[in-house]
Nanobody
């Protein structure tokens, strides 16, 4: 069964680090865009980081210089390395894939993504 499965979330103090993993079996070759999104309580789901099939990346301004999206094609895992976490980063984090191999001009649009994981909770305490 093709699905996206996130892991690695948890509770961490401000300034700490976490690495999220998304097992993306079946998506690495069938998707042009893959990415990480997050949703905090009462807020809309927002883009955190995306990577296209050519390894071009896009980051939200709020995470630039702190977060890194990494794709391990051999293991079919998409990572999100998160450093210098702050309470504002507290949210449910979702892995997503557009499930369409045709090139796109950009990958940061939420509506491009067809398949989503179940999410993993990240809580940053001050």
């Amino acid at each position: 069964q093709v699905q996206l499965v996130e892991s690695g979330g948890g509770s961490v103090q401000a300034g700490g680090s976490l690495r999220l993993s998304c097992l993306a079996s079946g998506y690495m070759s069938s998707s042009y865009c893959m990415g990480w999104f997050r949703q905090a309580p009462g807020k809309e789901r927002e883009m955190v980081a995306t990577m296209d099939r050519d390894a071009s990346t896009t980051y939200a301004d709020s995470v630039k210089g702190r977060f890194t999206i990494i794709k391990d094609k051999a293991k079919s895992i998409l990572y999100l390395q998160m450093n210098r976490l702050s309470p504002d980063d507290t949210a449910m984090y979702y892995c997503a894939a557009d499930s369409n191999p045709f090139p796109k001009v950009y990958c940061y649009g939420r509506d491009l993504y067809k398949d989503w994981g179940q999410g993993t909770q990240v809580t940053v305490t001050s």
